[in-house]
């Protein structure tokens, strides 16, 4: 039973303008969530994160937005560029596991 | 810079051989981890150790054990491999554990390997 899920499985975006990446999560328990961006042929690497006592988080282009009544995270890149291109998984954490979501793929478009 | 490297990018394996996947990460790090990728899936954690000779299985250990006999490396073990492990394995590994949990925060994962079991 997948408790992290990305809907979407692609996403393209015109170069400049917002992506959005979103995920949805089942367990109210999860306290800490992370986004991963992977390029083909490369490991994950960490994006951005937040814990479940913020909504927002921001680092330069990459904004997390918390909604925990919703159970729903966002990714918000503005504005967007081609090397933003790649799978972006979606990830929350509670106890001794971490959940990954199923993965985005966001094309920027020059 | 934290370098996690796994021992092949590439294997092919036959159904019923025994398979190693070897992790090795040059930071010092207490908390080392096996997933393994799958379309529509995601990434599902396999085990995971939080310090040398501990580990604890996560999602999916069915079919799988690990080995952590020193700090800096953490194996993957298919004790007799069958074709639904086929797929691609990825190691991570963190720093700062908690009171024994692992560190689940921020995990740096190395190329991956791709396994194909025949």
């Known amino acids: 039973d997948q408790q992290v899920k990305q809907n979407s499985p692609s996403l393209s975006v015109q170069e400049g303008r917002i992506s959005i990446l979103n995920c949805d999560y089942t367990n109210s328990m999860f306290d800490y969530f992370l986004w991963y961006k992977k390029y083909p042929a490369e490991g994950p690497t960490f994006l951005i994160s937040?814990?479940?006592?913020?909504d927002k988080n921001e680092d330069g282009r990459f904004t997390v937005f918390l909604n925990k009544s919703a159970k729903h995270l966002s990714l918000h890149i503005v504005p967007s560029q081609p090397g933003d291109s790649a799978v972006y998984f979606c990830?929350?954490?509670?106890?001794?596991?971490?959940?990954f979501g199923t993965g985005t793929r966001l094309t920027v478009i020059p | 810079d934290v370098k996690v490297t796994q021992s092949s990018r590439y294997l092919v394996k036959r159904t019923g051989e025994k398979v190693f996947l070897e992790c090795v990460q040059d930071?010092?790090?207490?908390?080392m981890f096996w997933y393994r990728q799958d379309p529509g899936l995601g990434l599902r954690l396999i085990y995971f150790s939080y310090d040398v000779k501990m580990k604890e299985k996560g999602d999916i250990p069915e079919g799988y054990s690990v080995s952590r006999e020193k700090k800096e490396r953490f194996s993957l073990i298919l004790e007799s491999a069958s074709t639904n492990q086929t797929s691609m394995y990825l190691c991570?590994?963190?720093?700062?554990?908690?009171?024994?949990?692992?560190?689940?925060?921020?995990?740096?994962f190395g190329p991956g390997t791709r396994l194909t079991v025949l």
């Open positions: 937040i814990s479940s006592i913020k």
């Open positions: 991570a590994s963190s720093p700062e554990p908690v009171l024994g949990a692992p560190n689940l925060h921020e995990q740096f």
């Open positions: 990830a929350a954490t509670g106890a001794n596991n971490l959940f």
């Open positions: 930071m010092d790090h207490e908390n």
